[in-house]
């Protein structure tokens, strides 16, 4: 079935009218097109002079708090200012539609919430917020001060740090439960801009094929998952994702305000 350009086969059409559950785990690049850069992309300016992986660890924070902070709060600035794209309303709107629908997402932006999805679950948590690391104080949306100083807790004077999941640290048990439940139960598992390189999220498309479900790759570029998906679309979830949906429901209602 083809909505100007895209070819999906039939029997995907028909697998996700019929599914009683789909599954959607997104990546970085479902925000690409928002204008929030993927996380392996090349970093620009300052930044580029470091990866981003030796900068999402404890103890990248612990060996200069100020560095990494500031590189979150770079990134916080950034995620306020974008909007959602087609892509993530395609998703809010596939949730709608389907009987059941959950949005499992590795990304840290609340750029599905905005755009309308409600079913979500963050494996990684959010830039947006920040903690104390020994537990005593949450800020849920953190509003950067100019040129300011590591925060600390008012409790413990701990400085306090974004409220993500680093390299090494382990996932909120509760999400990663619901996101392997899920990839358990579903018929369709899409993966969508997402390199499928970090675990334990990687893990996810391969547990629902290995329990039955048909399993859709969405990414411009291969990935370790490529080769065993049953479908795989390249080209960028922003125009991927509602031709899907068109081709599955028909036309995608007018954006709802979330
Ligand atoms: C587009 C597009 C467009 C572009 N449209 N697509 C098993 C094997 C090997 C290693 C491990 C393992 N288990 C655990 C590990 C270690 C580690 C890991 O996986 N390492 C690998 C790198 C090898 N995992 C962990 O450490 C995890 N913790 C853990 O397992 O704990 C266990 C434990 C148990 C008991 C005690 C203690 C621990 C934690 C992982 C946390 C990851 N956190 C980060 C940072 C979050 C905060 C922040 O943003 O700063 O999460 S890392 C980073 O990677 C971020 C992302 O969510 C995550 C995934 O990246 P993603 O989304 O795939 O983005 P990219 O940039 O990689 O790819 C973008 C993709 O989009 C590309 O494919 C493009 O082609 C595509 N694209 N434009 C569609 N328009």
């Not at 600035?77 to 993530?88: F, T």
Request: glycine fraction near 6%.
């Amino acid at each position: 079935m083809s909505t100007n350009g895209v070819v999906f086969p039939p029997e995907l059409v028909q697998a996700m009218r019929q599914a009683g559950h789909i599954v959607a785990s997104t990546g970085a690049g479902v925000s690409a097109e928002s204008g929030v850069p993927t996380f392996r992309d090349a970093q620009t300016g300052f930044w580029a002079q470091f990866k981003p992986e030796e900068l999402a660890t404890p103890e990248a924070f612990a060996a200069n708090p100020e560095r990494v902070w500031q590189w979150y709060a770079v990134r916080r600035r950034r995620v306020r200012e974008v909007q959602p794209n087609p892509g993530h309303l395609a998703l809010a709107e596939m949730e709608r539609r389907a009987r059941r629908f959950t949005l499992i997402t590795q990304n840290v932006d609340r750029l599905h919430q905005r755009a309308g999805s409600r079913n979500v679950v963050e494996l990684h948590g959010c830039i947006l917020s920040v903690r104390c690391p020994r537990g005593h104080h949450v800020i849920e949306d953190y509003q950067d001060a100019a040129d300011e100083a590591v925060p600390r807790c008012p409790l413990c004077q701990a400085y306090l740090r974004p409220a993500v999941v680093w390299f090494g640290e382990e996932l909120p048990a509760h999400a990663l439960e619901a996101a392997d439940t899920a990839a358990r139960q579903c018929e369709v598992f899409l993966s969508i801009g997402t390199s499928t390189l970090v675990y334990p999220a990687a893990q996810l498309p391969f547990t629902a094929l290995e329990c039955g479900a048909t399993v859709v790759e969405i990414n411009p570029q291969p990935t370790p998952l490529t080769d065993s998906a049953t479908y795989t679309f390249h080209g960028p979830s922003g125009v991927i994702l509602p031709q899907l949906l068109k081709a599955v429901w028909g036309e995608m209602a007018a954006p709802q305000n979330p």
